[in-house]
């Protein structure tokens, strides 16, 4: 079985329309949290979308010089998306991902 972190890497590739693919993508792991960092030179702030929901995280950047770099990322309900952070700094996208805090199934009673 991967780990969290390797089930989030492996997946970083997924959808993927940059040339570079995978390579302009590095994800950390922490104690509470994943780093992601997406390279994206050329791109402003106003040229970045950012949606996500428990199973994806999707990344589009497009403009007229650059034109268009997507990702998506597989989340699998491993990240609380409601509190991921992003910041674009030098031509790096940083996405603070905390990790969802419902590790264990949760056990449903039949009424």
């Given at each position: 079985?991967?780990?969290?972190?390797?089930q989030?890497?492996?997946?970083?590739?997924?959808g993927?329309?940059?040339?570079?693919h995978?390579?302009?993508?590095?994800?950390?792991?922490?104690?509470?949290?994943?780093i992601?960092?997406?390279?994206?030179?050329?791109?402003?702030?106003?040229?970045?979308?950012?949606?996500?929901?428990?199973k994806?995280?999707e990344?589009d950047?497009?403009?007229?010089?650059r034109?268009?770099e997507?990702?998506?990322?597989?989340?699998?309900?491993?990240?609380?998306t409601?509190?991921?952070?992003?910041?674009?700094?030098?031509?790096i996208?940083?996405l603070s991902?905390?990790?969802?805090?419902?590790?264990?199934?949760?056990?449903?009673?039949v009424?």
């Amino acid at each position: 079985m991967n780990t969290l972190l390797e089930q989030l890497i492996d997946s970083a590739s997924y959808g993927c329309t940059s040339k570079h693919h995978q390579s302009n993508i590095s994800i950390k792991n922490s104690e509470n949290e994943f780093i992601a960092e997406v390279i994206l030179p050329g791109f402003s702030k106003q040229d970045i979308s950012i949606l996500a929901d428990d199973k994806i995280l999707e990344i589009d950047a497009q403009n007229d010089n650059r034109g268009k770099e997507s990702f998506k990322i597989r989340l699998n309900g491993l990240v609380s998306t409601k509190d991921i952070h992003s910041k674009l700094e030098n031509g790096i996208l940083k996405l603070s991902l905390p990790k969802n805090s419902h590790k264990d199934r949760l056990s449903i009673t039949v009424g």
